[in-house]
């Protein structure tokens, strides 16, 4: 589409700027280049980093107080018209309190409305159960048309958002709350959706991870290195489509797989990814680390990442485990 046209994000202090910070400046910069773009929120506009378009486009901008789905509900409409509808509030409410509307008014009319879904997995725990969000991978992957990425860090977010206007359907991107630790030093990466992004190669086991536990794997097959052990690792930013060729090198060549997400184990990544080696009927071992079907504690989320060994330590454990796995 002509909206990214002419972009050229070169920011130098993205690895300093938290994924929603970063979300609002590449909104403002694509709002420059193209008066179609309108944001809506719901009373999240500091929070969610979206004001940053409203101070610049105010007459473009709109706020719906507590209303999430006549929001979603208006985006619907404001696409129906060729506007380019951006809506951002909490992850647990686009999945969860609006999901109707974004499939009804939404998905199943094929209506071109960019979600950025903010404080998702546990990225917002001290807020607790109603504020963490670990079933909203689940839920939109599962509507028709919907595409579904995960950056792992703010340059990813920045790549994500220009993307997601390339294509005339639905997107949900998820992003934190916290300060993510920057994965990339820069912008000087290819990224494209549905194509999963080798951070490091290996031979022995394949940890595919989707945002902020992407960090935790890369210094996980660092330390591996060191004692002798070889981790492929596969920063899946985009759960749909999923990038089936990955998927399946991996089994090829490791026979070992280990998925880590800030999400519940139903319906996420560790879904995605067992439904991709299930269908071409090849054998592996895989793990799947994330929530248990269960809820998280409340807590601070890098604590909780621990708590739930989605950190390093986590993924080293299970690749301990994973490698005593006979395969026949």
Same mark, same amino acid.
């Given at each position: 589409?002509?909206?990214?046209?002419?972009?050229?994000?070169?920011?130098?202090?993205?690895?300093?700027?938290?994924?929603?910070?970063?979300?609002?400046?590449?909104?403002?910069?694509?709002?420059?280049?193209?008066?179609?773009?309108?944001?809506?929120?719901?009373?999240?506009?500091?929070?969610?980093?979206?004001?940053?378009?409203?101070?610049?486009?105010?007459?473009?901008?709109?706020?719906?107080?507590? #209303?999430?789905?006549?929001?979603? =509900?208006? $985006?619907?409409?404001? @696409?129906?018209?060729?506007? %380019? /509808? !951006?809506?951002?509030?909490?992850?647990?409410?686009?999945?969860?309190?609006?999901?109707?509307?974004?499939?009804?008014?939404?998905?199943?009319?094929?209506?071109?409305?960019?979600?950025?879904?903010?404080?998702?997995?546990?990225?917002?725990?001290?807020?607790?159960?109603?504020?963490?969000?670990?079933?909203?991978?689940?839920?939109?992957?599962?509507?028709?048309?919907?595409?579904?990425?995960?950056? #792992?860090?703010?340059?990813?977010? =920045?790549? $994500?958002?220009?993307? @997601?206007?390339?294509?005339? %359907? /639905? !997107?949900?991107?998820?992003?934190?709350?916290?300060?993510?630790?920057?994965?990339?030093?820069?912008?000087?990466?290819?990224?494209?959706?549905?194509?999963?992004?080798?951070?490091?190669?290996?031979?022995?086991?394949?940890?595919?991870?989707?945002?902020?536990?992407?960090?935790?794997?890369?210094?996980?097959?660092?330390?591996?290195?060191?004692?002798?052990?070889?981790?492929?690792?596969?920063?899946?930013?985009?759960?749909?489509?999923?990038?089936? $060729?990955?998927?399946?090198?991996?089994?090829?060549?490791?026979?070992?797989?280990?998925?880590?997400?800030?999400?519940?184990?139903?319906?996420?990544?560790?879904?995605?990814?067992?439904?991709?080696?299930?269908?071409?009927?090849?054998?592996?071992?895989?793990?799947?680390?994330?929530?248990?079907?269960?809820?998280?504690?409340?807590?601070?989320?890098?604590?909780?990442?621990?708590?739930?060994?989605?950190?390093?330590?986590?993924?080293?454990?299970?690749?301990?485990?994973?490698?005593?796995?006979?395969?026949?």
């Amino acid at each position: 589409m002509a909206v990214t046209k002419g972009i050229t994000w070169t920011i130098d202090d993205g690895g300093n700027m938290t994924q929603a910070e970063i979300f609002g400046e590449v909104l403002t910069k694509l709002g420059e280049k193209n008066k179609k773009i309108v944001a809506l929120t719901a009373d999240l506009a500091g929070t969610s980093k979206i004001g940053k378009f409203q101070k610049r486009f105010p007459e473009r901008f709109f706020n719906f107080g507590i #209303a999430e789905n006549n929001m979603f =509900a208006a $985006a619907s409409g404001l @696409a129906a018209v060729g506007m %380019l /509808p !951006v809506v951002s509030t909490f992850a647990v409410f686009a999945s969860l309190r609006s999901a109707e509307f974004v499939r009804t008014d939404i998905c199943y009319e094929k209506r071109n409305v960019k979600i950025i879904g903010t404080h998702s997995g546990t990225s917002f725990g001290q807020g607790g159960t109603t504020h963490h969000c670990t079933e909203d991978l689940g839920v939109m992957r599962t509507f028709p048309y919907m595409t579904v990425i995960a950056p #792992a860090d703010s340059y990813e977010t =920045a790549k $994500a958002v220009v993307a @997601a206007f390339e294509t005339d %359907l /639905p !997107v949900y991107i998820r992003i934190g709350r916290s300060f993510e630790t920057p994965l990339h030093k820069n912008m000087d990466f290819d990224f494209e959706i549905g194509k999963a992004i080798t951070l490091h190669e290996g031979t022995d086991v394949t940890v595919i991870v989707a945002g902020r536990t992407a960090q935790g794997a890369l210094k996980a097959a660092e330390i591996a290195k060191r004692n002798g052990i070889s981790l492929r690792v596969l920063d899946m930013h985009t759960i749909k489509p999923i990038d089936e $060729a990955a998927i399946m090198q991996a089994v090829k060549d490791t026979r070992r797989i280990i998925t880590v997400e800030d999400h519940n184990v139903i319906g996420g990544l560790g879904s995605a990814v067992a439904e991709v080696i299930a269908r071409n009927g090849r054998t592996c071992a895989m793990r799947c680390l994330g929530l248990q079907d269960e809820f998280s504690i409340v807590g601070y989320p890098n604590e909780l990442l621990h708590f739930y060994k989605l950190d390093v330590d986590g993924i080293l454990e299970k690749v301990q485990e994973l490698l005593k796995v006979e395969i026949g």
